[in-house]
């Protein structure tokens, strides 16, 4: 096969955007398939083969290595593959014979639930809604109004999912794992002194009765109702005359106790803060149980982003890091509504992976795009209870409590770099047109941005999506490559030929390519050593040295990348989240036909990064990766 025809084999599986970049035809008029009927027929998550594995380590890290290092780690890895990685493999064998996923339960407790570090920041995904480029540019006076018209759509979501009527995802013709979706609504992460745990409301209607009120949240205070009335979804015209009455209840008042605020505490501080607020009044355990199981969250915030179609930073910023009394930070979804008419979100991501929020966001937005954000039906208002006030027991140890989570919360937020660009000047027709896989382009423009500003290559972390299997989630794709390093090493050297910058530039998409396909279909590496790491964890043997050399963390072993990426599509829809490690970034980014929309962050505290440059930088790649793929006419 020729060096073209490699360029434009796009693997089947090669990222979970390439399937949620055409998501209009996801409802079936008269659908066939039901939502979750293949869910028992998904093949099992398989087990790599240990030498396999250890072998794409060595490769992985080297980029990070002197000659000396690698050396020794080589070693390393040779002693652990001949004995105790031996015995460890063995024992994850056995531990995959008798589960569908051997890793599903280890990773939601080892990524998210043990974890003590507070969940917003730190776990927490936001993002923008995506109306901002057609119908619902910030506008005063209209936030109550596009919020009734929003939640509608929204509740449509639930409706499809609740009646299976939501077409399975597939890539091609391979089926994919849909057990994420029934994480979106009526579940709510609890937090544990040592761990926390998810709690899941959701049912199908052949399941049986779910949930179906909404919690609202609007200066410190929470209010509940029902959004179906006589087995009938609250219209848009009935739902803004219960928000218009919290936001009457609220206005001109005290705020509340901003109880919320400790869902961005520290997990065991949250977790003892709770049951002493149980412990006060039985009444208090009722209204967390409300908030918990409800379908989600709205948030009606004073805040005004003014973010435009060229500049998300205001409302990407508002996501991550605004106020945390208007916010439940472990539901599973919290709607921002903003009073400049602008929308966001912000999400634990325990439950769920970015993609289900993706999926529902751009349904909204699709919808909203094909009725210019406007409701045309009926404009009665049936009779109904007004919304509940929930209102909390407190005390001075309460508020207290609040106090210091209020604190610590902003000391944090002050400390984190937001930037959030549309560059305009292409998007993925452009480098479609010149044979390249767009994912692999930007992730590529990204490594020589870094590699620009920081003068080496960053240990990065891309999402790879194993949802062709039984509740898969996700693996760990690493674009940092010796290809990618010798091809930005050479697009810098002022001497070298464009002939010899598109050679290693093709070597350097390839290897990407390969690696991507491989991970998607089971057979990367970080989650198999994760398995052998808990292993030996759980049954009190000591540490392998694999896990305690140097070049293990360096390249971003156990959670240590410097760059944070995920492509969430070639869609409308943006997320951002925090760093990794205090001297990374996150990097999260969506395709258009003509733009390339991304959010990086950083923190200020770390004297290493800037977020601003990352991103200016990025610019940079990318107008030279095009001039390159258009001369070298590849």
């Not at 398989?46 to 794409?56: I, Q």
């Amino acid at each position: 096969m020729d060096e073209r025809r490699q360029l434009s084999t796009y693997r089947n599986l090669q990222n979970i955007a390439k399937y949620y970049g055409n998501m209009t035809n996801q409802l079936s008029e008269f659908p066939t398939e039901r939502t979750f009927q293949y869910q028992h027929s998904l093949p099992p998550l398989p087990v790599p083969s240990l030498e396999g594995s250890l072998a794409k380590y060595l490769v992985a890290v080297r980029p990070f290595a002197t000659e000396e290092e690698y050396q020794v780690t080589a070693a390393v890895v040779k002693r652990f593959g001949e004995g105790t990685g031996k015995d460890l493999h063995q024992k994850l064998l056995q531990r995959a014979r008798t589960r569908r996923n051997w890793l599903e339960e280890w990773w939601l407790n080892s990524a998210y639930l043990e974890m003590r570090y507070p969940s917003q920041l730190n776990v927490n995904f936001g993002g923008p809604a995506p109306y901002l480029e057609h119908c619902w540019p910030p506008t005063e006076g209209v936030q109550l109004q596009r919020t009734s018209i929003s939640m509608w759509h929204t509740l449509q979501y639930w409706d499809l999912l609740r009646t299976e009527r939501l077409d399975p995802h597939k890539a091609g013709n391979v089926v994919l794992d849909m057990d994420q979706f029934r994480m979106l609504f009526c579940t709510c992460k609890v937090p544990g002194v040592t761990k926390d745990t998810i709690i899941n409301y959701f049912k199908t209607e052949s399941e049986g009765p779910c949930p179906s009120h909404v919690v609202v949240m609007c200066k410190g205070r929470f209010f509940s109702f029902d959004a179906v009335c006589d087995g009938h979804i609250l219209t848009p015209p009935e739902l803004l005359r219960q928000l218009t009455h919290v936001k009457q209840c609220c206005e001109g008042e005290p705020a509340g106790d901003g109880i919320a605020a400790l869902t961005s505490e520290e997990r065991t501080r949250w977790a003892k803060a709770r049951e002493y607020l149980i412990g006060i009044d039985p009444a208090n355990k009722t209204i967390l149980e409300t908030i918990q199981s409800s379908l989600f969250v709205v948030s009606l915030d004073d805040a005004k982003p003014y973010a435009t179609a060229e500049n998300y930073t205001p409302v990407s910023l508002e996501v991550l890091t605004g106020d945390p009394t208007i916010r439940w930070g472990d539901k599973s979804y919290n709607s921002l509504s903003f009073a400049d008419g602008t929308f966001g979100s912000n999400c634990d991501h325990a439950p769920f992976e970015g993609m289900v929020l993706v999926t529902h966001c751009y349904y909204v937005d699709q919808q909203l795009k094909a009725t210019d954000g406007k409701w045309k039906g009926s404009e009665t208002v049936r009779p109904m209870p007004l919304p509940e006030e929930l209102v909390f027991t407190v005390d001075d140890r309460v508020r207290s409590d609040v106090a210091h989570a209020k604190q610590q919360y902003f000391e944090t937020t002050q400390d984190l770099q937001v930037v959030c660009y549309a560059f305009t000047s292409f998007g993925k027709a452009a480098i479609k047109q010149r044979k390249l896989h767009p994912d692999t382009f930007i992730q590529l423009a990204l490594q020589l941005a870094y590699y620009r500003q920081h003068g080496r290559l960053g240990s990065c972390y891309e999402t790879a999506m194993t949802r062709r299997f039984y509740h898969g989630r996700t693996e760990t794709m690493r674009p940092c490559t010796l290809e990618a390093q010798n091809w930005c090493h050479t697009m810098l050297l002022p001497a070298a030929s464009a002939e010899a910058k598109r050679k290693a530039l093709l070597l350097a998409f390839n290897k990407h390519n390969k690696l991507m396909a491989e991970a998607q279909n089971g057979k990367g590496f970080d989650r198999h050593l994760l398995g052998l790491y808990l292993i030996a964890k759980e049954e009190g043997l000591p540490m392998p040295d694999l896990f305690t050399d140097t070049l293990y963390c360096k390249s971003g072993g156990g959670g240590n990348f410097t760059l944070s990426t995920s492509l969430v599509g070639y869609t409308t829809v943006l997320g951002a989240v925090a760093p990794m490690v205090h001297h990374g970034y996150g990097f999260f980014y969506r395709i258009g036909d003509d733009r390339i929309v991304a959010s990086c962050t950083a923190w200020k505290s770390s004297p290493e990064t800037d977020a601003e440059a990352l991103f200016q930088n990025l610019v940079s790649s990318l107008h030279d990766m095009l001039h390159l793929a258009t001369t070298a006419q590849l």
